[in-house]
């Protein structure tokens, strides 16, 4: 059977199946990735941004029909979807608009010699292996800034987006973009493993799993080329106080069970101080359980299915032995009837150590509420977590919140806002939610040459 394949998860109907490239087509992708490269890399700056101004302008007219791949493939609701393709086109928008002056040389005025010029060269092909909850955002993310720099990219997507991934890469043929610069492969993991050993290959990004970050590091140091990983979240959305709980409420209910909960940025626990806690959470429970599922190819539809049966079975087993331990369950909490992967929005109280959803990332619609005393007891709480990409805090005192926000350990952090994704911010985190950063001038400082050349007249 194929490993890359449709499956539709509102219905569990597989739709199309791949193949997977034999050893001849890995050696023929590193080969040409290579070959491209060293083309690639003498094309103009303005030429590169060109191209991907055009592949910006082909996302918003394709906008439809990406959409609703991505709704069939992972389950995206299709108005959630049109979201994420706008999003991708303004990160190629963005590029193309910035790239060439994030590319100018650094004099340095440094004395010893005539001059000394810090350029910003490409450094190779690179791999990237990225996931299917957001397919387009998350390789746009990765691809618009190394095409920018005159990188070569070999894309190995998830095996349950095979049809989004060759939009992509058609896209970008349209584009103007050479074949070579931008390769998509069905690949297996041992194989994406031997590409990275490759000494055509120079570097890799991953967005996906702790368990898969840690084996592509593993591979990636053992063979000393230059790793970014997005990993894992547990993300915070602490409450210090409010003056509008329905609209924190809806805030949060928004942010939590957006894209099915599935996101690494999305806020999975919820800390709120004593006196707001017992009305955040009766208004955050109604709010969970006045949202419906439906099908994600309706354009009606908020909440959609999990990407896949066993992605349901996990995180039903993660709600199971929380409330086995002694967690109380105030909405959801089960599958929902009928066909497909769908899991109720979901919300947990009285959770404890010693259950796997204190710890653990809980990758869909459930979100777990802890009651904190003082804003000292919600930073310390916030940053018991392993994890560390994102959080938010809310409250009508600015410099308190703000201060509050600088105490948490973590990449990204918000004030009366959450989760904000825009081309010209650093996305990333610290501890084990990854190393390195995407978007903006940052997203452009991670795989590139920045080569100094010194010159003396004699």
Wanted: aromatic fraction near 6%; charge should be negative.
């Amino acid at each position: 059977m194929a490993k890359y394949k449709t499956v539709n998860p509102a219905t569990g109907e597989t739709v199309r199946e791949f193949t997977t490239l034999d050893e001849a087509g890995v050696e023929s992708a590193l080969a040409r990735a290579h070959s491209g490269y060293l083309e690639w890399r003498t094309v103009p700056a303005e030429e590169r941004a060109h191209i991907l101004g055009r592949t910006a302008d082909l996302y918003a007219e394709r906008e439809d029909e990406l959409a609703r791949m991505i709704a069939l493939e992972m389950g995206k609701p299709v108005r959630e979807a049109k979201g994420e393709v706008k999003l991708s086109s303004a990160i190629y928008r963005y590029y193309a608009d910035n790239g060439p002056g994030l590319l100018e040389a650094e004099r340095l005025d440094v004395p010893g010699a005539d001059e000394s010029v810090v350029y910003r060269r490409p450094i190779g092909a690179l791999v990237g292996v990225m996931p299917w909850n957001y397919p387009y955002y998350q390789v746009a993310r990765f691809a618009a800034p190394n095409l920018m720099l005159g990188n070569t990219v070999l894309l190995k997507h998830a095996p349950n987006c095979p049809q989004s991934a060759l939009l992509m890469e058609e896209i970008f043929r349209q584009a103007g973009l050479p074949e070579d610069a931008y390769l998509n492969v069905f690949a297996t993991n041992e194989q994406i493993a031997d590409m990275i050993a490759d000494p055509r290959v120079q570097g890799v990004s991953l967005t996906g799993s702790e368990r898969a970050g840690t084996s592509v590091a593993e591979t990636a140091g053992r063979n000393l080329k230059k790793v970014v990983l997005e990993l894992g979240g547990s993300d915070v959305f602490v409450v210090l106080d409010t003056d509008d709980m329905d609209a924190t409420v809806k805030t949060a209910t928004r942010a939590r069970l957006s894209n099915a909960g599935q996101a690494c940025n999305s806020p999975k626990r919820f800390i709120v101080t004593e006196p707001n806690y017992d009305e955040f959470v009766s208004k955050l429970a109604e709010s969970f359980k006045a949202t419906p599922t439906g099908d994600p190819l309706d354009a009606k539809t908020v909440l959609g299915p999990l990407s896949s049966q066993s992605a349901a079975d996990s995180l039903i087993e993660q709600i199971e032995d929380a409330v086995a331990k002694g967690a109380t369950l105030l909405a959801g909490g089960k599958k929902v009837d009928g066909p497909g992967s769908y899991v109720e929005p979901t919300l947990l109280v009285d959770v404890t150590p010693e259950m796997r959803a204190y710890s653990e990332e809980l990758f869909g619609p459930v979100g777990v509420v802890y009651k904190v005393a003082t804003a000292d007891e919600a930073v310390e709480l916030a940053n018991s977590s392993s994890y560390g990409l994102s959080g938010s805090v809310w409250s009508t005192d600015l410099d308190g919140a703000r201060e509050v926000a600088d105490r948490l350990d973590v990449g990204m952090a918000f004030v009366n806002e959450h989760g904000t994704t825009l081309p010209g911010l650093p996305f990333g985190g610290v501890k084990r939610s990854g190393v390195g950063r995407e978007l903006g001038p940052w997203g452009m400082d991670e795989f590139v040459n920045k080569k100094l050349v010194r010159v003396s007249k004699k």
